[in-house]
T-cell receptor, first 113, second 114 residues
């Protein structure tokens, strides 16, 4: 069982609509949780970084939330654009001695005109 | 400021060969991390270098090794290639690599092992 699970695996929405991607994790304690956007054929780009004490973090039309009690994070995309079509990856960074990156398998989002 | 660069972008090798990949971090960044990305396993952490020292290591066999030079440029080497090593290899740089900083990824090197 993955320590960081993302849902849905893939999602298709129409341009202009909102959507929410989920990330459930079992690992703890962690230093921070991140969301990355990865366009096809490119490296990931950081969207948000949240420490365990933060509940929400925004970056333009992207808003990440974190519930440390339920061990869930979500990424909400508002007024989607065609350029939002990408894979979105949730990453939990553990710090016990050295830090360790635990990656989710990602959600593939397709925005249609 | 130039981003993270990786060379080569594409590579084809045969089983048993070895390969060396190169990564140039953003100017001023001293931490370089390497990742393997495959459709089945997703992104997996290989290792991280800071000031020419390996500071962190993932769960990969000893065939995977790396090093960092005094100018922070890093190389990754895979010896005795296996078919399963076919993947996108990404490097990322950050200022100090504390685990709380933003990492900036390069475009990756796509390796195909035949």
């Amino acid at each position: 069982k993955n320590q960081v699970e993302q849902s849905p695996q893939s999602l298709i929405i129409l341009e202009g609509k909102n959507c929410t991607l989920q990330c459930n994790y079992t690992v703890s304690p962690f230093s921070n949780l991140r969301w990355y956007k990865q366009d096809t054929g490119r490296g990931p780009v950081s969207l948000t970084i949240m420490t365990f004490s933060e509940n929400t973090k925004s970056n333009g039309r992207y808003t990440a939330t974190l519930d440390a009690d339920t061990k869930q994070s979500s990424l909400h995309i508002t007024a989607s654009q065609l350029s939002d079509s990408a894979s979105y990856i949730c990453v939990v960074i553990l710090t016990s001695g050295t830090y360790k990156y635990i990656f989710g398998t990602g959600t593939r989002l397709k925005v249609l005109a | 400021k130039a981003g993270v660069t990786q060379t080569p972008r594409y590579l084809i090798k045969t089983r048993g060969q070895q390969v060396t990949l190169s990564c140039s971090p953003i100017s001023g960044h001293r931490s370089v991390s390497w990742y393997q990305q495959t459709p089945g396993q997703g992104l997996q952490f290989l290792f991280e270098y800071f000031s020419e020292t390996q500071r962190n290591k993932g769960n990969f066999p000893g065939r995977f090794s790396g090093r960092q030079f005094s100018n922070s440029r890093s190389e990754m080497n895979v010896s005795t290639l296996e078919l399963g090593d076919s993947a996108l290899y990404l490097c990322a740089s950050s200022l100090g690599g504390s685990g709380q900083e933003t990492q900036y990824f390069g475009p990756g090197t796509r390796l195909l092992v035949l």
